[in-house]
């Protein structure tokens, strides 16, 4: 009964800036760990942020420094700044709440393309 929804992708120059974000149907307190992945066209789907209660925040080594997940309780909304973004980052980003127990949910993805 859990809804993700992404919103915030679209076409961008390189070097350029774009917010996503992921809104959930129930309060975000609710899940253990929400995350942004992404899967470009002949590559596997791989984890680009994510962020634990009482833990912290987790990026892959390709964004590290030019991305930057955060979450607002009060909005249920978990958001992915992307700043200097390249061509490399073009794929369809993907929200994902994993609830405590194990469940994971997954948003239906909204396209990020990089290019002049």
């Known amino acids: 009964q859990v809804q993700l929804v992404e919103s915030g992708g679209g076409l961008v120059q390189p070097g350029g800036s774009l917010r996503l974000s992921c809104a959930s149907s129930r309060s975000i307190a609710r899940f253990y760990t929400m995350g942004w992945y992404r899967q470009a066209p002949e590559k596997q789907r791989e984890m680009v942020a994510s962020?634990?209660?009482?833990?912290?925040?987790n990026y892959a080594d390709s964004v590290k420094g030019r991305f930057t997940i955060s979450r607002d309780n009060a909005k249920n909304t978990v958001y992915l700044q992307m700043d200097s973004l390249k061509p490399e980052d073009t794929a369809v980003y993907y929200c994902n709440a994993d609830q405590y127990g194990g469940t994971r949910f997954w948003g239906q993805g909204t396209q990020v393309t990089v290019s002049s």
């Open positions: 962020i634990t209660s009482g833990v912290g925040t």
